[in-house]
T-cell receptor, first 114, second 115 residues
Framework: AQSVTQPDIHITVSEGASLELRCNYSYGATPYLFWYVQSPGQGLQLLLKYFSGDTLVQGIKGFEAEFKRSQSSFNLRKPSVHWSDAAEYFCAVGAGANAGKSTFGDGTTLTVKP | DAGVIQSPRHEVTEMGQEVTLRCKPISGHDYLFWYRQTMMRGLELLIYFNNNVPIDDSGMPEDRFSAKMPNASFSTLKIQPSEPRDSAVYFC?????????????FGEGSRLTVL
C-alpha cells in the first residue's frame, strides 16, 4: 500500500529565508509524486509533479522538489520565501493511470514571519 | 475552462436535515473524487468515480452518506440525516484518465456547518 509522511506539522520561516518541506513516501514501484498548496479558503492547487526523467523538478511560484529514490523522499524547496507563500502544503503519491486514487500526506502549515 | 465547480460554497443546516453538495468536473476528465477536510482528520478520500462508475467508496463514513454521478458532467454527495460531526469542507476533484500525468484539479470546496 502506498503512504506519504510529512514529518513537520507546522513550520515558521522569516520572509526571504530559504524553505524546505519534507516528504517521505512508501510505494513499491516508481511513484508519481506531487506537491499541492492550499491557501486559506481555497482548494488545493498543484505546485509541481514528478513521474519520470530529471529528478529535480521545477514548479510554479519558484518552488522546486527533488526526488531521491534511495531516501524515498520528495522534499519541496524554495530559496527565498515570500509572505504570500504562507499556506498549507500537501505531498501526494499517485500510483499511475489505472490505479485511481492518490494518497495525501497530512500537510505542513507554513507561517512566514515579516 | 472554468475548472471544477462546486456548489454551494457554504451551507449551514440543522442536525437531521438533508444536505446535497454538487460538483461539475472539468470537461473530458474521466475521474471524479470527493474529499472531506477537517482539522482533526485532515484530507480524507470519501469516494471516487471512473467514467461515472463508483470505484472505491471505502472512505464513506456510514450509510448516511451517498454519492452519485448520473453523467460525466455532474456529481452529488448527499448526507441524510446530517449530524454536527459532518461539519467539514468537502472538496470535489477531477483528473484525466488516458494520457495520465496524475494531477488532480480541485474545486474551491463546500463548507458545511451542521448545528
Amino acid at each position: 500500500a502506498q503512504s506519504v509522511t510529512q514529518p513537520d506539522i507546522h513550520i515558521t520561516v522569516s520572509e526571504g529565508a530559504s524553505l524546505e518541506l519534507r516528504c517521505n513516501y512508501s510505494y513499491g514501484a516508481t511513484p508519481y509524486l506531487f506537491w499541492y498548496v492550499q491557501s486559506p479558503g481555497q482548494g488545493l492547487q498543484l505546485l509541481l509533479k514528478y513521474f519520470s526523467g530529471d529528478t529535480l523538478v521545477q514548479g510554479i511560484k519558484g518552488f522546486e522538489a527533488e526526488f531521491k529514490r534511495s531516501q524515498s523522499s520528495f522534499n519541496l524547496r524554495k530559496p527565498s520565501v515570500h509572505w504570500s507563500d504562507a499556506a498549507e502544503y500537501f505531498c501526494a503519491v499517485g500510483a499511475g493511470a489505472n490505479a485511481g486514487k492518490s494518497t495525501f500526506g497530512d500537510g505542513t502549515t507554513l507561517t512566514v514571519k515579516p | 475552462d472554468a475548472g471544477v465547480i462546486q456548489s454551494p460554497r457554504h451551507e449551514v443546516t440543522e442536525m437531521g436535515q438533508e444536505v446535497t453538495l454538487r460538483c461539475k468536473p472539468i470537461s473530458g476528465h474521466d475521474y471524479l473524487f470527493w474529499y472531506r477536510q477537517t482539522m482533526m482528520r485532515g484530507l480524507e478520500l470519501l469516494i471516487y468515480f471512473n467514467n461515472n462508475v463508483p470505484i472505491d467508496d471505502s472512505g464513506m463514513p456510514e450509510d448516511r452518506f451517498s454519492a452519485k454521478m448520473p453523467n460525466a458532467s455532474f456529481s452529488t454527495l448527499k448526507i441524510q440525516p446530517s449530524e454536527p460531526r459532518d461539519s467539514a469542507v468537502y472538496f470535489c476533484a477531477s483528473r484525466e484518465g488516458q494520457g495520465y500525468t496524475g494531477e488532480l484539479f480541485f474545486g474551491e470546496g463546500s463548507r458545511l456547518t451542521v448545528l
